[in-house]
């Protein structure tokens, strides 16, 4: 085998798209149930339809060239966030206070989700080539100037390349790398995994009202329990949603996710209207659940965007087989999806320039 890719997250499929089409042999193995990572959705059980993103949702393609170069070659539509009307201030006053707000120039969504990067890039993979639910323990110096890959069942897989793509303080704490050097396991931990610790509300209507009364779904509480909200509809309307960010502290959220749910449509009546007491469908991503995404680190820390990091996780390791690819080590937009496509970009082209005929691509 050419290339393993330890996890199946945006930037791990990034890698291994370019890869495989300069002909590299590559599996890629995931220790949870899905690919996708940070990216998953909420769906509709009776059509499969995807409802809403539980992960990331914004993209500024015209601000993040690399995004738009690989929309354009995936077949990636996006819109504009819908914006229209007037934003709702909350628990600065005794009541709400309806001002307008001016968006995010750029700001936009992807149609069908950002899953459908991820569709995108597995559609043309020999589905034998992804293994889910299976756990990296360790990654060692393997037979024949090899790297030897470690599953906790007792499974060992050699590959010429290794690509590590899950985010760097789960890698530092969870896999066994005895080649790891000091200052590459200390900037690992140095760097916060982006949004692992948030929550993300997500309420489906049968219409969106909000739009009806002259309101842009947006809401900024310094209360909470949705610290934030927007119109989350899909580009045609439909479905109607609006999504949060919860600001409660996953101790607190945790603790009494009924008290949770209540609080969060008591503060969406309060802004929005009575109709929205009434959902059709009403989710909580909490993030912080996920041990596979979330550090202990990321626990006891306040949550922080990353820098960009330092070279060492750029660099080649184990005698130049095994690299790194996760949002956080790109060079640019680390933590976004821009940043995920970059590092897996990167990587597989730095790993093609690494083989005697090896010529860097892209996806133009």
């Not at 950002?114 to 990654?139: E, F, H, Q, Y």
């Not at 965007?305 to 184990?318: D, T």
Request: aromatic content about 6%; proline content about 7%; hydrophobic content about 40%.
């Amino acid at each position: 085998m050419d290339v393993l890719v330890i996890g199946a997250g945006l930037s791990g499929m990034t890698a291994a798209h370019v890869l495989r089409e300069r002909g590299a042999d590559v599996l890629l193995i995931e220790a949870d149930a899905q690919v996708g990572g940070r990216i998953r959705s909420l769906r509709d059980q009776r059509t499969n339809r995807t409802l809403a993103d539980l992960g990331p949702t914004w993209v500024w393609p015209k601000y993040q060239p690399t995004f738009a170069k690989w929309a354009n070659s995936l077949g990636i539509e996006t819109f504009e966030q819908f914006n229209q009307g007037g934003a709702v201030v909350h628990g600065y006053s005794p009541k709400p206070i309806r001002q307008t707000l001016p968006g995010q120039d750029g700001m936009t969504r992807i149609v069908g989700g950002p899953t459908s990067l991820i569709k995108a890039l597995c559609k043309p993979m020999d589905p034998a080539c992804i293994r889910t639910a299976t756990n990296v323990a360790g990654i060692r110096e393997g037979t024949a100037k090899k790297v030897s890959v470690h599953i906790d069942t007792g499974e060992k897989i050699e590959a010429d390349h290794v690509v590590i793509s899950v985010p760097l303080r789960i890698a530092a704490a969870n896999l066994e790398m005895p080649w790891a050097s000091p200052e590459l396991l200390d900037a690992m931990r140095r760097a916060p995994t982006w949004m692992s610790t948030h929550a993300k509300a997500v309420v489906i209507y049968n219409k969106p009202f909000w739009r009806n009364r002259g309101l842009a779904g947006r809401i900024v509480s310094r209360t909470g329990p949705l610290v934030e909200a927007h119109d989350h509809s899909g580009v045609d309307g439909t479905p109607a949603a609006i999504f949060g960010f919860v600001g409660w502290s996953p101790a607190i959220r945790q603790s009494d996710p009924e008290r949770l749910r209540k609080a969060i449509l008591r503060q969406l009546v309060e802004c929005l209207g009575q109709a929205a007491a009434k959902p059709e469908e009403f989710f909580i991503q909490d993030w912080a659940k996920n041990r596979k995404i979330v550090s202990d680190l990321d626990l006891s820390e306040p949550a922080s965007h990353p820098n960009v990091g330092p070279e060492v996780l750029r660099q080649a390791h184990l005698g130049g087989s095994v690299r790194f690819s996760v949002s956080e080590t790109s060079k640019i937009s680390p933590g976004l999806i821009e940043g995920a496509l970059a590092a897996g970009e990167q990587t597989a082209k730095q790993l093609l320039a690494d083989e005697p005929d090896g010529t860097q691509t892209s996806p133009e």
